[in-house]
C-alpha cells in the first residue's frame, strides 16, 4: 500500500507537469503519469538477436524476452486504448512480433475509470474513455470512499472470485457512471475529427504548419510519450573482438533526421516536414491504414512538449480553411 | 613490447592539445577495454598513460583539446601529416571548450589580472576547434566522451566501416531510460531538446538539466542536419520558464557555446540583456 | 530444428548466405549471387519478382535490397548493390565465399500471375531497372502466357547502362522490343538521346490490353504515368516500385511510411491510382 501514490495529485498542463499531494486518502488522483502502459509492452530497448560468427559465417540467436508477469494498477481508458492499437499493430498486422506478444501475454491489466479530467485530457472527444470499455482484466471506479470492481477477462473473473467482496448495489453503480459522465463532460479540450482523414490531406499545404514549425523542437518527445508510436531503429553493436554482436531495436522518431533518409537524401528535412508526417499520420493517414485514429486523447503529447504545442489547436488551426489550401493530387512542391 | 603483431595492428596516437585530460581519462577508464583496446592497436604514444612514446605515422590520431597557442597551431599541421585517421575528442577539440569563452573576452586583461608578469604569457586571443585548422575525419562529442562511443568507433575502423553515430537529441535516450522530463516536471532550462544523444541522458536521469556537453543535435558541422530550433527553446526559457536574458545567453554559451547553432542563440540574447 | 521453428515465427531471424559470384556492374555497383549456408533454407526459400530481402552484415546492419534474379532459381539470389550507404559500401569489400545475411523475402511483387494474356511495357530509370529484371525473366519463361513485352530503359550516361547483356538478350526475343534511352549519350551510343519518357512515342501500345511495370526515380512516374493515362491506359493497370528508408521490411518500425501505406509490406509494388495522392508530396 505505502508504494501507491495516496493523495498526490497531477496537474498538466501545455509543457508543464507538476505533481501535489493534497493530504487526501485518494489512492487515484494521479490521472495518469509520464507514460502509458507502452514500455511494458514495447520496450524502449528490445535485444532482437545475438549473433554470433562461426565457422560457416554467423549465426544469429533470437533474444526473445522472458517477462514475468506484471499486473499495472491503475490504467486509464486511454491507455487501453493505446493498448489496443499497439495490438493491432504488433500482433494482428501481416507479421506477429514474438517480443511484443512475449511481454503482452504477461500483462495483467487493472484499469481505474476516470473521474477527473486533466486540463490536457480529450479523451471523451475520441471516443476512448472516460470509461475503460474493453481491454482490462479488471476495472475500478472510486466512488466517495467505494471501489466498484468489474471483471474484464476471464483472469480478472477468476481474481474476484479469490476475493470476499459483496456484490455492488445499483445505487453505487449508478452514481459511478454519473461521476465518469462528470469527468466525461468536464473536458476542456476536444479534438475535433468529424471531417478526418481527408480535412488534414486537404491542409497540407496550410501556412499554419511553417507556423508550428517555428515552435516544434523535432526533439521527438511527443512520439516518445505516446501510448501509440510505434517506430524503432535497429541498433548493431558488436564486441571490440567483433566475434559477437548484439542486434537490438530501440524506440525512434519521425522527428528525427535518419528517419527519412533514403541513400543521400532526406525525404522530410525541415521540421515542417516532420510535424506534418507525425499529425497527418496520428490523425489522418493512420485512419486509412489501420482502420482508427492513432490518437487516444490522452493528451500526453501537450504536456511532455518542452514547449507545450497542443495538436488539439494545431489541428483546429489546420482545418480552418485558408487560400493557400490545396486538394491532394493537385501540383505539389517539389521534393 | 613483445607482441608479435606489432606490425599488423594499427598504431595509435592519443595527443592533447588546450584541455582538462578528461577524456584520455575516460580512455584509461576503459578497464578491461582498455586491455582488449591494447590488444588490437599498438598504443604509441599517449603521454597521458605511458612515457613509451613513438613517432608516427600513425593510423588512427584521437585528439583532445583546442587550439589556444601559435605553436600548437603549428603542432596540429605536424599531427595531421602524420596521421591516416584524425579523430577529435571531446568538447574543447570540438568547439573550443569552455576556454572559448575567452572568444567573447579580453585575453589581454584576463592576462593582467591573472600573471604577474603577463609578458611570458604566450597564448592566442581564442580558443579554437581542431577543424579551423586540420580535416577531421571523425568527430566523438561529449565533456568528456562517452566510452561506448569511442569504443564503437575504433570497432568500425577495424573492421573497415565508416564509423557513424546518432545525431538525435538527448530526449530520445532520456525517454527510453525512463527518466521524467526535468523540463516539464521541474521547470528546469534543460537543453536535451536540442543537444546531440550520446551521453546516454546522465543529467536528466540524474534530475539535471543537460547543458549541450554533446553539442547541437543536427547542424554543427556543414552536411545533411539542419540546425536545432534554439530558438523557440530559448524563448521558452525566458517567456514560460522566467529565465532572464543573460541567463539564456549562458546556457547556450557554455561548453559547446562556440558552435554555430549555440552561438548564433547565445549572441541573440547577448543582444537583449 | 529450433532455429528453423525460431525463424518461422520470428521475422527477425538473419540467415547466412555465401557470396558465391561477385559481378562486377559498374565502378560503384556489383551483383552478389547468394546461396544460403543452411540447405533447408536454400530448398524452402521463395520469391515473386519484385520482393526484396533484407541484407546483413555481420556487426553493421541491415539494408534493404531487391531481388534482381529468376524467380523459378530461388536457390541463387541476385542483389545488385551500389556502394552508397554506410552498410553498402562495406559490403563493396565482400568477395566470393564471404558471408552475407539474409531476411526475407518481403513486400508485394509485380502482379504477374495475376496478368496473363497482357501485353507488358516495362519502364525503367537507372539502377530502377534492377527489381524487374526478375519480372522480365518470369515472362520469358512462360513467353506464350503473355502478348507483346516491350522493356524501354533509361539511363543518365551511357555509363550508367547495367545488363547490357541481358539487354541484348531479351531485344532478341520474339514479340519483345527493347528501346533504350540516354540524356547524357556519349559517342558510341546507338541508342535514342533523352530521358526514358519520350520513349513512350516510339511504340504501339494497346491501352486497354497493357500492364505496365515502372521502376525508377519517383520524377519519372509523376512525368511519365500522365502520359500514358493520355494513351488511354487505365492507371489500375500501372503499377510502381517505391523506395523509402526500409528497416524492418515486416511493417512494423515506421520508416517507410507513405501516406497510408507501409512501402515494405504494401509496397514496394502498388498499383498507381492507390498511391498517385501521395508521389511528389513534399515530405511524404
Known sequence: ?335 | MSNPDERQRPKLAVVKFASCDGCQLSILNLEEDLLALGRMLDIAYFPEASSDMRPGPYDIALVEGSITTAEDAHRILALRQQAKVLITIGACAMAGGIQSLRNWADVESFKRTVYPSPEYIQSLSTSTPISEHVHVDFELWGCPIDKSQLLRVITDLMVGVQPRLPADSVCLECKRRGNVCVLVAKGLPCLGPVTKTGCGAICPGMGRDCYGCFGPSEGARKGPGLPPNTTSLARHFHGELQLIPIEVMRRFRGINGSVSPFRAESDIWEQKT | MQAEADSIVNPYVIHPATIVEKIREAEDINTYRLQFVDEQMQRRFRFKAGQFNMMYLFGVGEVAISIVSDPDVPELLDHTIRAVGRITKSIAGLQPGDVLGVRGPFGQGWPLEESPGRDVVIVTGGLGCAPVVGAIEYIFRRRAQYGSVKILHGVKTPHDLLYRERFDAWRRSPDTEVLLSSDQPDKGWRYHIGVVTELFELVSIDPLKTIVLMCGPEIMMRLGVPILIRRGIPTTAIYVSLERHMECGIGLCGHCQMGPYFVCKDGPVMRYDRVEPWLGRAGV
Open chain 1, 1 to 335: 500500500m505505502s508504494d501507491l501514490p495516496i493523495g498526490w495529485r497531477d496537474h498538466q498542463e501545455p509543457g508543464r507537469y507538476r505533481l501535489e499531494q493534497t493530504g487526501s486518502q485518494d489512492i487515484f488522483g494521479v490521472v495518469h503519469g509520464p507514460q502509458s502502459l507502452k514500455p511494458f509492452v514495447f520496450a524502449p530497448r528490445e535485444p532482437l538477436l545475438q549473433i554470433e560468427r562461426t565457422k560457416g559465417g554467423f549465426a544469429a540467436h533470437p533474444a526473445l524476452p522472458h517477462p514475468e508477469q506484471i499486473a499495472v494498477i491503475g490504467a486509464r481508458a486511454c491507455d487501453l486504448a493505446g493498448l489496443a492499437i499497439q495490438d493491432r499493430i504488433f500482433l494482428n498486422d501481416a507479421y506477429r512480433d514474438p517480443y511484443y506478444a512475449a511481454r503482452r501475454d504477461e500483462l495483467f491489466v487493472i484499469a481505474v475509470n476516470c473521474t477527473r479530467a486533466l486540463s490536457t485530457c480529450f479523451c471523451a472527444s475520441m471516443e476512448t474513455g472516460p470509461r475503460a470499455k474493453t481491454g482490462f482484466d479488471l476495472a475500478l471506479t472510486k466512488v466517495d470512499d467505494m471501489l466498484l470492481i468489474e471483471a474484464g477477462s476471464e483472469a480478472g473473473s477468476g481474481l474476484l472470485s479469490e476475493l470476499s467482496l459483496s456484490p455492488a448495489h445499483e445505487n453505487l453503480i449508478d452514481e459511478a457512471a454519473r461521476c465518469i459522465e462528470a469527468c466525461a463532460r468536464s473536458q476542456v479540450r476536444q479534438l475535433d475529427h468529424a471531417r478526418l482523414p481527408q480535412a488534414l490531406y486537404d491542409a497540407h499545404d496550410h501556412p499554419r504548419w511553417d507556423e508550428v514549425a517555428g515552435r516544434c523542437l523535432a526533439c521527438a518527445n511527443c512520439t516518445m510519450v505516446c501510448p501509440t508510436c510505434f517506430c524503432h531503429t535497429v541498433e548493431e553493436t558488436p564486441d571490440l573482438s567483433n566475434q559477437q554482436t548484439a542486434h537490438a531495436r530501440l524506440w525512434d522518431s519521425c522527428f528525427t533526421q535518419e528517419h527519412g533518409y533514403i541513400h543521400g537524401k532526406n525525404i522530410r528535412p525541415t521540421i515542417k516536414d516532420r510535424y506534418r508526417m507525425w499529425l497527418t499520420h496520428k490523425l489522418a493517414s493512420w485512419i486509412d491504414q489501420f482502420g482508427m485514429s492513432g490518437c487516444v486523447g490522452c493528451g500526453r503529447c501537450i504536456t511532455w512538449c518542452p514547449v507545450g504545442i497542443d495538436l488539439t489547436e494545431e489541428l483546429s488551426a489546420l482545418l480552418t480553411s485558408d487560400s493557400r489550401s490545396s486538394v491532394v493530387g493537385s501540383p505539389v512542391e517539389g521534393t
